[in-house]
């Protein structure tokens, strides 16, 4: 399961204020529900 | 267009074609030419991929469904960030270790040839079929648009990808596609403040988005959960998830996109990218499509967007007919343009229920105005019964040409170009790649040098451009079968993420049940699709749920069957 191990070790790629590629996945899941509840927000005000 | 607009045009377009020439010169072997040495950073991926992604029609049909359908569209990417996770988990950190130069050579390793070469094929006849409708389709439109032949338009963008993708390889796709892409985000937020600002004066965005929501064109979520219905929530999330994985992860013009990264990080960067760029880039090509509409409810629109149909139309003993229906509409529009003005008047005051009176004339007029256009397509179809009853794909570039200013004209033509020779550049890129890798180098000539294998790339570059040329030539004479090929990688993308599926996570699994599970597996998806049994969005999904039940079973009657063997021996 190298791939596991990949995700956890410190990365140099990686940007400076993430701490983890784990912490990148849930930020682009927390972006993904935040955008999600934005349009449901604009289809509720402009329908 | 105007002088200006060409001279925008062929400079945009060549500035990109020798910039991508100059910055991958100097090619000698296939790891340079097919990988690009596995050097490029991580925004270069990034812009590289979602060029791969975003085909002309992208821009072109995109601003167009929301003008005819709304924003719900945009719910058809949601799947896409949590497939990008997956993807920089498992397939990512794989595919660079071992040190692939496709996907499917993957496959060999965990399972065996056949395997590998039955994905490998798949995807050949996929990405073969439909890159030509990918160039077929803008061909067709800018060729109405411009009044030039499909012929010179499809040539003239098939041959300059041919030459830039043949001289520098993946690098020259990668490089025009970052300046693409830059050049593409740039213009269309330039139309979009123009369409804008053409608004009348003191409408103002509020109320221009109320305006379209009023008429149901903001309907950006729906919840409601309907197997059949293309876009809602759960079709883009859960449909969607399996369609970008499947693209991304198996589709060899995505996979030789990321793994041109500098290391897995550079890859993993770039797809996050991808997945955090990709929604909002979408809602605002939409939100454009949705200032159109705005404007068009103050502008008097074509009856029938398709200008080249509507010609046709006036040369036939229907023109009479038709010149009727014309003349009906454009006195409904000044209908509706009364009713969208009060409208606006209305939610000015903030009153609703002069707010309510106004959306139900509103609705009236819109309605009369859709009833008559609706008269104008039957006339049309009754002159030409082949004739192309959905003009959405022709509703942004008639606003971009009769209303744009000069030289923005010639841009916004040359985005639609760019957007095309990018999709194609990649496709013929994976093309040449799985050719020479998966079957020449491994099954023909193991034994070659780096000159010949560098000669095969170039090789497979041209004869796969001039497939594409013949095919998008060709697809006008295919009728309803354009549809289908349109759908084509729904119908193969289920099983190849599949197969990969349990390549990554069922290990017990070996190569024999896993090809009988793709072959199976494929035979009941075309049936589906053929039969039209589930919306196509979602045969990816069943796709690959079915190769890995199949093979989880076929390997456990497989296991029962060989010490029973042994013991007969």
Redesign the interface.
């Known amino acids: 399961m190298?791939?596991?191990k990949?995700?956890s070790r410190p990365?140099?790629?990686?940007?400076p204020f993430i701490s983890s590629?784990n912490r990148?996945?849930v930020i682009?899941?927390a972006?993904?529900v935040l955008?999600?509840f934005v349009?449901?927000l604009?289809?509720k005000?402009?329908? | 267009m105007s002088l200006t607009d060409w001279i925008v045009l062929a400079a945009t377009i060549l500035t990109i074609v020798i910039y991508g020439v100059w910055k991958s010169r100097g090619s000698k072997n296939i790891n340079n030419y097919l990988l690009g040495d596995q050097s490029l950073p991580w925004y270069t991926v990034g812009f590289s991929v979602m060029a791969t992604q975003a085909s002309a029609i992208t821009f072109l049909s995109a601003p167009g469904q929301a003008y005819s359908d709304g924003m719900r569209f945009v719910q058809f990417y949601f799947g896409l960030p949590l497939a990008m996770i997956v993807l920089c988990i498992t397939f990512v950190p794989i595919f660079h270790k071992l040190k692939v130069f496709t996907a499917y050579e993957y496959l060999e390793q965990r399972f065996d040839l056949k395997t590998r070469a039955l994905t490998a094929f798949l995807f050949l006849i996929q990405r073969g079929l439909s890159t030509g409708i990918t160039i077929y389709a803008p061909a067709l439109i800018l060729s109405a648009i411009l009044h030039i032949n499909i012929t010179y338009t499809t040539l003239f963008i098939g041959g300059l990808v041919i030459c830039y993708t043949v001289y520098g390889g993946t690098k020259a796709v990668s490089y025009t596609q970052l300046l693409q892409m830059s050049i593409i985000f740039a213009g269309l937020f330039l139309a979009g403040f123009v369409g804008y600002s053409l608004l009348p004066h003191g409408t103002g965005l509020s109320n221009t988005l109320h305006l379209a929501g009023k008429l149901g064109r903001m309907n950006v979520i729906d919840w409601k959960f309907d197997p059949n219905n293309r876009y809602n929530i759960w079709s883009g999330v859960i449909g969607g998830f399996f369609l970008q994985l499947s693209y991304f992860g198996t589709d060899q013009s995505q996979v030789g996109r990321y793994l041109t990264g500098s290391s897995i990080g550079q890859s993993r960067l770039g797809l996050i990218m991808n997945g955090l760029v990709k929604i909002p880039m979408q809602f605002l090509i939409l939100m454009i499509g949705i200032l159109v509409f705005a404007f068009y409810q103050f502008n008097q629109p074509p009856v029938f967007f398709n200008n080249y149909a509507v010609e046709q139309v006036k040369q036939s003993p229907y023109a009479g007919e038709f010149n009727q229906a014309e003349q009906e509409y454009n006195a409904a529009f000044v209908i509706r343009k009364n009713a969208a003005e009060n409208m606006i008047t209305a939610l000015n005051t903030k009153d609703d229920g002069r707010i309510n009176l106004a959306q139900m004339q509103l609705k009236a007029a819109n309605g009369q105005a859709n009833t008559i256009r609706q008269k104008a397509i039957a006339v049309l179809q009754k002159a030409d019964p082949k004739t192309d009853v959905n003009d959405t794909n022709y509703v942004f570039l008639t606003f971009v040409t009769h209303y744009l200013p000069k030289g923005l004209i010639g841009l916004l033509i040359a985005i639609i170009f760019l957007a095309s020779m990018g999709s194609m550049a990649s496709a013929l890129n994976s093309l040449a790649s799985t050719t020479v890798v998966d079957i020449y180098k491994r099954m023909i000539n193991p034994n070659a040098s780096e000159k010949n294998y560098m000669l095969a790339s170039r090789g497979a570059t041209v004869l796969w451009g001039l497939v594409c040329i013949g095919m998008a030539l060709y697809a006008g004479h295919l009728g309803n079968l354009l549809e289908a090929v349109n759908q084509l990688g729904s119908y193969i993308y289920g099983t190849i993420l599949g197969v990969f599926v349990v390549a990554f996570y069922v290990k017990h699994v070996q190569g024999r049940a896993v090809f009988i599970a793709a072959v199976i597996t494929e035979v009941i998806i075309l049936i589906m699709g053929y039969r039209n049994m589930v919306a196509y969005l979602w045969l990816n999904a069943i796709g690959c749920v079915l190769v890995i039940g199949i093979a989880v079973v076929v390997e456990a009657i497989e296991k029962q069957s060989r010490p029973l063997k042994s013991r007969e021996i």
């Not at chain 1, 990365?11 to 940007?15: A, I, M, N, S, V």
């Open positions: 190298y791939w596991l990949a995700v990365e140099p790629d990686l940007p590629w990148f996945y682009v899941m972006w993904l955008l999600i349009f449901w604009i289809t005000h402009f329908e």
